[in-house]
């Protein structure tokens, strides 16, 4: 991995163009000089920014019985955070690359020590947006049914 290398990696909870610094780094090459860690290399971070996030191509699973009616399709699409390597320190070196206001805002919590969790929303899965969501998002908690129901029949007070 070269400085300007794209990778993309499971979903982080970062927003696209902040910055993320990895300091787990298993093994470091420069040139001939290998350098592997046990089980990290010491003093190795790579600062990487965030570009985007996706969802990867669709993996289908599907079981089949012979003889026995027996079929299971399902689908799964990893979601993934593509990063652009920036910088690779070596040494406990500390990056050059300019704070966004982003990274500055994640890191001003941590600094006056208040340890908060993120928002559930910020957790959630992102859902696909189509028709039917939009219309029960928009429509009122209380909305009347459409439907009319036929008047009810008048007592029967002939029957004594």
Do not use: C
Not at 41 to 63: C, I, P, T
Not at 95 to 120: D, F, I, M
């Amino acid at each position: 991995m070269r400085q300007g290398t794209i990778l993309r990696v499971p979903t982080l909870h970062a927003e696209p163009g902040s910055r993320v610094e990895i300091n787990e780094v298993l093994l470091l090459t420069d040139g001939s000089d290998v350098t592997v860690g046990s089980p990290t290399v010491g003093g190795a971070l790579v600062v990487a920014e965030v570009l985007e996030h996706g969802r990867g191509r669709k993996v289908v699973n599907f079981k089949f019985k012979a003889k026995t009616r027996y079929r299971r399709k399902r689908g799964h699409r990893q979601g993934y955070t593509a990063l652009k390597v920036r910088e690779i320190l070596i040494g406990g070196a500390k990056p050059k690359v300019a704070e966004t206001s982003s990274t500055r805002k994640a890191a001003a919590p941590e600094a006056a020590g208040a340890t908060e969790e993120p928002a559930a929303e910020a957790l959630a899965p992102r859902r696909r947006r189509t028709a039917a969501t939009a219309e029960t998002e928009a429509a009122p908690a209380a909305a009347p049914s459409r439907r009319r129901r036929a008047p009810a029949p008048p007592p029967d007070e002939a029957k004594a």
